[in-house]
């Protein structure tokens, strides 16, 4: 990942407002959305996605449903109620960080 | 272009090699592979599937997919805790909590008429030890004829049941130390509660991690991958 330390802490809140855009969706198709949506900038490793994906499901928030798809199994992953609740938290803690850091790194833009 | 079966099995025996041994886990790492060497192929149609699979193993790091297997059984760990301990503190609820209190006081009362803690309770903890270890020969068994006839293998069943209770089970023994120590001759009444009650609660943990959440797993898991249930 593009300047890994930086967007580590939020990787975790990436995976549920997209889960939470788009109902559910297996591993590949978050790597591809997000560098989709951020224009190749930020790309999600493997190493890092898989084990994101499965301490969320591991703590209750996602829940996975497995199909067969093209002669092989998908596994989907969406947001339980618990995780749409914490979905929203997590976005306002990063949206008041974000805001935080702005004051900071650009003192005058903020007000 | 879409994979072929013969290649999908290659990526399973591929993800074997690089020790994922399990299927749940397989699976996943098998679409994820598939999916990007199908992306490869739209944008470079020239390259073999070899090539293109060796290209996106790279992208996992040096570790390939220890990374993800290890992080995998650690959480799967965590949830299995919380998992045998929710059905533990339901055992605590009416009407299953009378049944509990009522075994512990027959054991006292038991232990009472006999006038003896270490010799009954040390009995008891063998009807335990005995019963469990049967239960969980049997267990473990089937899953491991499933294996052979399936040649899958699956690493929530190995963690449930690596998911370790066993140093607890000093515990009981220390008891029955103790009421000896404490005893002499002596029949000592608050020896005898204090075992009646650890016994009860330890056989209750046993009797949780192998026959309840056991089933439970195995009904979660047949819900989410089909093959599971084919296989059971």
Redesign the interface.
């Not at chain 2, 879409?2 to 079966?5: A, D, G, I, Q, V």
């Not at chain 2, 699976?27 to 994820?32: C, F, G, I, M, R």
């Given at each position: 990942m593009k300047n890994s330390q930086l967007y580590k802490g939020s990787l975790n809140t990436i995976i549920m407002k997209l889960l939470g855009e788009n109902g559910r969706m297996?591993?590949?198709?978050i790597t591809?959305k997000v560098k989709e949506i951020t224009k190749g900038e930020l790309n999600i490793?493997?190493?890092a996605l898989?084990?994101a994906l499965?301490?969320l499901?591991?703590e209750?928030l996602l829940d996975?449903?497995?199909e067969?798809?093209?002669?092989?199994?998908?596994?989907y992953y969406k947001l339980t109620e618990s995780g749409q609740t914490e979905t929203v938290n997590r976005l306002a803690e990063l949206e008041e960080f974000i805001k935080n850091m702005q004051s900071i790194v650009n003192p005058k833009l903020s007000y | 272009m879409?994979?072929?079966?013969q290649q999908?099995d290659r990526l399973y025996q591929f993800t074997r090699q690089h020790f994922v041994e399990w299927y749940d886990l397989q699976?996943?790492?098998?679409?994820?592979l598939?999916?990007?060497i199908e992306?490869r192929w739209k944008e470079n149609p020239k390259l073999t599937f070899e090539e293109a699979l060796q290209l996106e193993f790279k992208?996992?790091?040096i570790?390939g997919f220890m990374?993800?297997v290890e992080?995998?059984q650690k959480?799967?760990g965590?949830?299995y805790a919380r998992i045998i301990w929710k059905y533990y503190k339901e055992f605590f609820r009416l009407p299953k909590i009378l049944l509990t209190l009522g075994a512990m006081y027959a054991l006292y009362i038991l232990s009472e008429t006999l006038q003896d803690t270490q010799i009954l309770y040390l009995c008891v903890l063998g009807i335990i030890g005995v019963v469990s270890s049967f239960e969980i020969y049997k267990v473990t068994k089937a899953q491991r004829l499933r294996e052979k006839a399936t040649g899958k293998k699956w690493l929530f069943e190995q963690t449930a049941s690596i998911f370790d209770i066993y140093p607890i089970t000093f515990l009981p023994v220390q008891i029955v130390n103790l009421s000896g120590a404490f005893g002499d001759a002596n029949w000592n009444r608050g020896t005898a509660i204090f075992g009646a009650v650890i016994l009860v609660l330890f056989a209750l943990l046993l009797y949780v991690q192998w026959k309840v959440i056991h089933k439970k797993m195995s009904e979660e898991m047949g819900r989410?991958?089909?093959?599971y249930e084919i296989s059971k």
């Open positions: 297996y591993g590949y198709e591809q490793t493997e190493g898989y084990p499965h301490k499901e591991a209750e996975v449903e497995v067969k798809v093209d002669n092989r199994l998908r596994k | 879409k994979l072929k079966e999908i699976s996943e790492l098998v679409d994820h598939a999916n990007s992306d992208k996992f790091g570790f990374d993800v992080e995998r959480f799967l965590k949830k989410i991958y089909p093959e």
